[in-house]
């Protein structure tokens, strides 16, 4: 599926698309909880409505695996997004609010790796440069910040959470109008998949197992933090300025995040770069638990939102490099594992807060962390390995 747009152009069409359904339609619900817990959820409720949200987006994930690029599909759930996140502000029924947050999840899950398979293959057909997919996946740190920026000033004005989703819903129907003009094929006719799908060696399911159990750990451990680090900040902390405004701070680190680990898997190599960011994560969840200092919580925010996407693109373009004939399915089932990680974390992570401190869920989140760094550490170890007996062969 090529594109008639310049490649750049296609690529900020991408940006746009994951800064509404990631940034937008999946993360606004981080700043937005405190406000919505003062008068309608506790934390179990509210990690059931993140685990709904996440439970559409693995079952989206894994039904893209095996549907066929479209560019309808993917026009229709990208608005699908921006319904679902609008229409949160319109109801006060938690029913309606598991029903919204589950079709959001779904076409979160379909767009995501629709956009990253698609749009990596054009890029990997008319360019060398890592920088375009960095630069596609900081759409989703655009999208954090600017959720961030809105809120305080949109809910200082209004005073309500109602119009905090309504707002965010305008923004990503503005986005929309802009990426209307940008996903449009070129009409090649039918463009003919490979039937032959090239069997994987020993050594590749073993790695590509690495890679799944950690994607997974990564999708557990880093969803505690997204979820209720804002909520652990208002109800353990005495922040002098508005607390959404520490989730811009993720948000805003988060936009060239990407484009740093790409410059640094070139200097070294994608697996070593990804051991890294999952290093300077875990020390990123750590930071709160240890202390509550407003300084120590910036960092906190500014380690996490510096590599959870990084973290994405290094894991995906690991895939897409090394199974390029299966990349869609690969990333397909990355989600999906992703996702179920997702669904798992806050429902843990609520009942934790229950009956123990916030900083309890957050160790249990560091240990999920510390095991996709295990992962990713043997994976680049056995590289190595690989790399040294190829290199006695010749």
């Given at each position: 599926?090529?594109?008639?747009?310049?490649?750049?152009?296609?690529?900020?069409?991408?940006?746009?698309?994951?800064?509404?359904?990631?940034?937008?339609?999946?993360?606004?619900?981080?700043?937005?909880?405190?406000?919505?817990?003062?008068?309608?959820?506790?934390?179990?409720?509210?990690?059931?409505?993140?685990?709904?949200?996440?439970?559409?987006?693995?079952?989206?994930?894994?039904?893209?695996?095996?549907?066929?690029?479209?560019?309808?599909?993917?026009?229709?759930?990208?608005?699908?997004?921006?319904?679902?996140?609008?229409?949160?502000?319109?109801t006060s029924s938690l029913s309606w609010w598991y029903g919204l947050r589950f079709a959001s999840g779904i076409a979160g899950g379909i767009v995501f790796?629709?956009?990253?398979?698609?749009?990596?293959?054009?890029?990997?057909?008319?360019?060398?440069?890592?920088?375009?997919?960095?630069?596609?996946?900081?759409?989703?740190?655009?999208?954090?910040?600017?959720?961030?920026?809105?809120?305080?000033?949109?809910?200082?004005?209004?005073?309500?959470w109602e119009a905090g989703w309504i707002t965010l819903g305008i923004v990503g129907a503005l986005f929309y109008v802009l990426i209307l003009l940008g996903?449009?094929?070129?009409?090649?006719?039918?463009?003919?998949?490979?039937?032959?799908?090239?069997?994987?060696?020993?050594?590749?399911?073993?790695?590509?197992?690495?890679?799944?159990?950690?994607?997974?750990?990564?999708?557990?451990?880093?969803?505690?933090?997204?979820?209720?680090?804002?909520?652990?900040?208002?109800?353990?902390?005495?922040?002098?300025?508005?607390?959404?405004?520490?989730?811009?701070?993720?948000?805003?680190?988060?936009?060239?995040?990407?484009?740093?680990?790409?410059?640094?898997?070139?200097?070294?190599?994608?697996?070593?770069?990804?051991?890294?960011?999952?290093?300077?994560?875990?020390?990123?969840?750590?930071?709160?638990?240890?202390?509550?200092?407003?300084?120590?919580?910036?960092?906190?925010?500014?380690?996490?939102?510096?590599?959870?996407?990084?973290?994405?693109?290094?894991?995906?373009?690991?895939?897409?490099?090394?199974?390029?004939?299966?990349?869609?399915?690969?990333?397909?089932?990355?989600?999906?594992?992703?996702?179920?990680?997702?669904?798992?974390?806050?429902?843990?992570?609520?009942?934790?807060?229950?009956?123990?401190?916030?900083?309890?869920?957050?160790?249990?989140?560091?240990?999920?962390?510390?095991?996709?760094?295990?992962?990713?550490?043997?994976?680049?170890?056995?590289?190595?390995?690989?790399?040294?007996?190829?290199?006695?062969e010749h």
């Amino acid at each position: 599926m090529f594109f008639r747009k310049p490649l750049v152009a296609v690529t900020f069409t991408g940006f746009l698309a994951l800064a509404i359904v990631m940034g937008i339609g999946r993360f606004a619900y981080t700043p937005l909880l405190p406000y919505m817990e003062e008068s309608h959820l506790n934390s179990i409720q509210a990690g059931m409505l993140a685990s709904v949200n996440y439970t559409g987006y693995f079952i989206g994930a894994f039904l893209a695996a095996k549907m066929r690029k479209s560019v309808l599909l993917l026009h229709l759930m990208i608005l699908a997004s921006v319904i679902t996140t609008t229409a949160m502000g319109f109801t006060s029924s938690l029913s309606w609010w598991y029903g919204l947050r589950f079709a959001s999840g779904i076409a979160g899950g379909i767009v995501f790796v629709l956009v990253s398979s698609m749009i990596l293959a054009e890029v990997r057909r008319k360019s060398s440069s890592p920088y375009y997919a960095a630069f596609l996946y900081g759409g989703v740190g655009f999208g954090i910040f600017l959720s961030g920026m809105f809120l305080p000033p949109v809910l200082a004005l209004f005073g309500g959470w109602e119009a905090g989703w309504i707002t965010l819903g305008i923004v990503g129907a503005l986005f929309y109008v802009l990426i209307l003009l940008g996903f449009k094929p070129e009409n090649r006719g039918k463009e003919k998949e490979s039937a032959r799908i090239k069997r994987l060696s020993k050594h590749e399911k073993q790695q590509l197992r690495r890679l799944y159990t950690a994607y997974f750990c990564e999708g557990f451990g880093y969803i505690i933090f997204a979820t209720f680090i804002i909520s652990m900040v208002v109800s353990t902390t005495d922040l002098g300025w508005s607390a959404p405004y520490v989730w811009a701070a993720a948000g805003i680190v988060a936009v060239p995040s990407c484009l740093f680990w790409a410059w640094i898997s070139r200097l070294a190599t994608l697996s070593s770069a990804l051991r890294a960011a999952y290093a300077v994560q875990l020390t990123g969840l750590l930071l709160p638990v240890f202390s509550s200092s407003e300084v120590m919580i910036v960092i906190s925010a500014v380690c996490f939102g510096i590599t959870f996407m990084g973290i994405t693109m290094l894991t995906i373009s690991l895939a897409n490099e090394a199974f390029p004939r299966q990349s869609q399915r690969a990333i397909g089932n990355l989600t999906g594992l992703y996702g179920i990680g997702q669904l798992l974390g806050p429902l843990a992570a609520g009942a934790l807060i229950m009956i123990a401190p916030y900083s309890i869920a957050f160790l249990l989140a560091a240990g999920f962390i510390a095991a996709a760094m295990i992962q990713i550490h043997f994976l680049h170890q056995k590289e190595k390995g690989v790399r040294k007996n190829a290199l006695r062969e010749h």
